[in-house]
């Protein structure tokens, strides 16, 4: 399995832009869907957005629709989540992960084998 690195995290101001990253190791055609989750202090993991292929599709969920944007690099084996305006309830460890198929189920973290260790992100008011 491909090794999974997010980077980009940090503490910004409601209404500010950040932008993580996901690198991974090993050849990107064996990765068919790469996703972010994210994960608030005492709440279950959840589905941020996912990226199937290259260009084939993105998918997100409709608290962020609009505002987050998640893209691939073919080249340098990435894939990056634009986040616009920030909110408070964004504030969450967020975590890439990987599958080598595709399935309806890309939104369930329970059907993911391959994660990051992830990185912070913390919204101030």
């Known amino acids: 399995q491909a090794q999974l690195v997010e980077s980009g995290g940090g503490l910004v101001q409601v209404g500010d832009s950040l932008t993580l990253t996901c690198a991974a190791s090993?050849?990107?055609?064996?990765?068919?869907?790469m996703t972010w989750f994210r994960q608030a202090p005492g709440k279950d993991r959840e589905f941020v957005s996912a990226?199937?292929?290259?260009?084939?599709?993105?998918y997100y969920s409709p608290s962020v629709q609009g505002r987050f944007t998640i893209s691939r690099d073919s080249a340098k084996n990435t894939v990056s989540l634009q986040m616009n305006n920030l909110k408070v309830e964004d504030t969450a460890t967020y975590y890439c992960?990987?599958?080598?198929?595709?399935?309806?189920?890309?939104?369930?973290?329970?059907?993911?084998?391959?994660w990051g260790q992830g990185t912070q992100v913390t919204v101030s008011s």
């Open positions: 990226i199937r292929g290259f260009v084939d599709g993105t």
């Open positions: 090993g050849p990107a055609h064996i990765i068919t869907v």
């Open positions: 992960a990987t599958r080598t198929y595709w399935s309806d189920t890309y939104n369930l973290p329970q059907n993911y084998r391959n």
